[in-house]
């Protein structure tokens, strides 16, 4: 029964991050008996275009005011031979 009452305080707390346009499906939530230190899940967001994640991302990024950043990007530097038939 606590097990159950954290899973839905942790729920909560993450709902709260998230845009409400959208709607969610919990796959899985482990939650350490202490609580939020220790809480880890998958959520899937129902997004089934490009657009639609860049549009989910966006709003989550104003909701949360976090920004995820790019490391590096490449340029194409020629051509990639995928199959070869000799």
Known sequence: MLMCLL???????????????????ICHLDVDESGFTAARG?????CHTVDDAK???DKFQRKTKMTFRVLCTRAVSG???LHNVR
């Not at 909560?12 to 998230?18: I, K, P």
């Not at 998958?42 to 129902?46: A, E, F, G, L």
Request: proline share 3%.
């Open 7 to 25: 899973v839905i305080e942790v729920w909560l707390s993450v709902q709260v991050l998230l845009p409400n346009e959208f709607s969610y499906c």
């Open 42 to 46: 998958t959520i899937r967001v129902n």
């Open 55 to 57: 549009d989910w991302l």
């Open 79 to 81: 051509e990639r031979i």
